[in-house]
């Protein structure tokens, strides 16, 4: 009776949000052929009938956010181990805080380009994570400590993210020329200037970039690898009190 409860909170939630989502986009999909054929010219071009169609895109994003909410709350419902939740929580704050500390830091330009990004994806998994209820701390004290094999799954994978994710980046702010110039202004530079720019983009590119990007990447990994170790150790599957 419990699980079929739990099928129709899941039904219920896809069938509002989603449904709610599927209309939204749908919207977004056809308002324009709708507003060729129903609108004047001088209509379709007022800025509040031009941005329906980017209103709707977003909304369905939003509704589609509050679903994966919803369902991932009703999934993992005083299942996570306070231990784990509460780690993970903490990296989503400091996350946040490295976002705005990149954000509006004067030293240099890459943590500026990547601090909103860090920033926007830590708020979101922060307001994610936090709606997921874990079991009671009490409980931390009866669960079997990691194992040793989930512990080293846990950190290789985590190393994979990090690697992935850091080789990807680093590929994409190789310095290349015009170096974040103009390719007019860059074309006007003596062979001089050319040379020294680019002797200076390629060491900001080694001691500022490559550093920075280890440090982000490992934002992801550890969430990989918190998420890993708790989920590889294996435990009694007794309910806990909350559930029942």
């Not at 190789?174 to 860059?186: D, H, L």
Request: net charge positive.
């Amino acid at each position: 009776m419990q699980a079929g409860l739990v099928s129709s909170k899941y039904w219920g939630s896809i069938r509002g949000l989603g449904g709610a989502a599927l209309i939204v986009t749908l919207v977004g999909l056809f308002f324009r052929p709708f507003s060729r054929a129903v609108f004047s010219e001088e209509v379709r071009g007022d800025v509040i009938v031009q941005a329906i169609p980017f209103v709707a895109f977003f909304v369905a994003i939003i509704l589609l956010f509050i679903l994966s909410i919803a369902l991932l709350s009703i999934r993992l419902h005083v299942t996570v181990p306070n231990r784990t939740h509460r780690a993970v929580e903490l990296i989503t704050i400091l996350g946040i805080v490295a976002g705005i500390v990149f954000l509006f830091q004067s030293w240099s330009m890459t943590p500026y380009r990547y601090g909103f990004t860090l920033l926007l994806l830590s708020t979101l998994s922060f307001i994610l994570w936090s709606h997921i209820v874990p079991r009671s701390a009490k409980d931390d004290a009866s669960l079997p400590a990691f194992t040793r094999r989930a512990t080293t799954v846990a950190v290789v994978s985590g190393l994979m993210v990090a690697g992935i994710l850091f080789t990807g980046l680093s590929q994409g702010a190789r310095p290349e020329e015009p170096y974040g110039m103009r390719q007019r202004r860059w074309d006007f530079l003596d062979e001089q200037q050319q040379a020294d720019i680019a002797i200076t983009a390629r060491n900001d590119y080694r001691r500022v970039t490559l550093p920075f990007l280890t440090l982000y990447s490992l934002f992801p990994a550890l969430v990989v690898f918190f998420v890993l170790r708790e989920s590889l150790t294996p435990r009694d599957e007794a309910v806990p009190a909350e559930k029942q």
